[in-house]
């Protein structure tokens, strides 16, 4: 069975498909960018931190800011493989925090 799906909009108007797992789902050594998330309604989330990985089970096996990202409601981790280039992956993970600005990323004022 093939994971569900959600559209997120950066602030560029970019549009990024994540697929959806529980919040424990162990993942491959690939890279990718993923959110941690809370859903609000059926359907319907707010990412709590935004994150990119050259390894997603390396980041995601014990992760900084989990714990926050639990306290603040998240339940599921969104995540899609991404470019081996971390330069394409810190774009999407900036386009995304500059229009959602999750509670758990850093705020650069």
């Not at 799906?5 to 424990?24: A, H, L, Q």
């Not at 994150?51 to 981790?77: D, P």
Request: some cysteine; proline content about 6%; overall charge neutral.
């Amino acid at each position: 069975m093939n994971p569900e799906t959600v559209i997120y909009e950066g602030k560029s108007g970019k549009n990024y498909e994540y697929w959806i797992y529980p919040i424990d789902t162990l993942f491959m050594d690939i890279p990718g960018n993923y959110v941690f998330a809370k859903e609000t309604s059926p359907k319907r989330w707010r990412p709590i931190y935004i994150g990119q990985t050259s390894n997603l089970q390396n980041r995601l096996s014990n992760h900084e800011k989990e714990a926050c990202a639990k306290r603040h409601g998240a339940t599921h981790i969104h995540a899609h493989t991404s470019s081996y280039l971390e330069s394409t992956r810190k774009a999407e993970e900036s386009d995304l925090i500059a229009q959602y600005m999750p509670e758990c990323n850093e705020r650069i004022n």
